[in-house]
């Protein structure tokens, strides 16, 4: 009877051990699998605030930048309202040659050619009127890239049209300033060198002819500084029917003599050009920037 007393003792403590074991072993565990599923969770919410942190970062970049870029277009944008000013540039010469005449200024009975050839380079034998819009359409890009607005009597060498209208262009847009563009020629050979022209006291120049002169002085010394070439100064001119028919600022640039041959082939030359362009453009410039 003693030996299943002790018998039935021993299982009964055997079987308290086992039990406990068990469910300190479950405890663990369920401790283990919360402490996992803890770290799991942390982990998942700093990569999403990572992810959201760097999508925010990304976000704001790309902000910054448009608004950047808003800034400067709108910056150019209104640099080019600020100036305000109309430039008229007339090519000279181009299209069909005819025998039809104008009134060299309003009321006046004596009648000039309305549309002529204009002249031939002695070497290259290159068209001036060809050179006059290269020219032209250089000036146009500068002052363009400036805020200008610029208005071009011609763009094509096969356009016909006479010196009133062209005038008239002007006058019509009510131009800060018409920049006539010519190259000269002479029966001797050895002339050589850039000369401005301007209004007299002449029809409707009555009223410009003063303040164009000033202009014309400028530009000229611009030109003659960029270009390197001879100036033979600011001549006045009454016998010009696109002066005597403006009523708005006009100067008329002669860049140099195609009859003369070393002056011919720079005018043929793209490099040469640019620099008149160039040297017409400062003047410009200095005009219109000295008068704010």
């Not at 020219?135 to 890239?145: D, P, Q, R, T």
């Amino acid at each position: 009877m003693a030996k299943k007393y002790l018998f039935f003792s021993a299982l009964f403590l055997f079987i308290i051990f086992i039990c406990g074991c068990s469910n300190k072993s479950s405890a663990v565990n369920n401790n283990f699998a919360v402490s996992l599923n803890e770290q799991t969770q942390q982990i998942k919410t700093e990569k999403n605030s990572n992810e959201n942190e760097k999508d925010t970062e990304n976000v704001t970049h790309i902000d910054e930048s448009s608004i950047n870029n808003n800034d400067k277009n709108k910056q150019v944008i209104d640099n080019k309202k600020e100036k305000n000013i109309t430039i008229v540039i007339d090519p000279g010469h181009g299209g069909k040659i005819t025998s039809e005449k104008e009134p060299i200024a309003p009321g006046s009975k004596i009648m000039k050619a309305k549309n002529v050839s204009g002249a031939f380079g002695i070497v290259t034998k290159t068209p001036e009127y060809s050179i006059n819009l290269s020219v032209s359409m250089k000036l146009k890009e500068y002052l363009n890239n400036a805020g200008y607005k610029v208005i071009m009597t011609r763009t094509s060498n096969s356009e016909t049209i006479g010196n009133i209208q062209r005038a008239e262009i002007g006058n019509k847009n009510n131009a800060d300033l018409v920049m006539r563009i010519h190259a000269d020629s002479s029966a001797d050979k050895s002339v050589k060198g850039a000369s401005m022209l301007v209004p007299g006291n002449v029809g409707y120049a009555q009223d410009i002819y003063k303040i164009s002169k000033k202009y014309g002085e400028t530009i000229l010394k611009k030109l003659i500084d960029e270009a390197g070439m001879k100036s033979r100064g600011v001549i006045t001119r009454t016998d010009l029917t696109g002066f005597n028919w403006s009523k708005v600022p006009v100067v008329l640039i002669e860049m140099g003599f195609l009859s003369n041959t070393e002056e011919d082939k720079l005018l043929s030359s793209d490099d040469y050009q640019q620099k008149i362009a160039l040297g017409l453009f400062k003047g410009i410039e200095e005009i219109f920037n000295n008068e704010k």
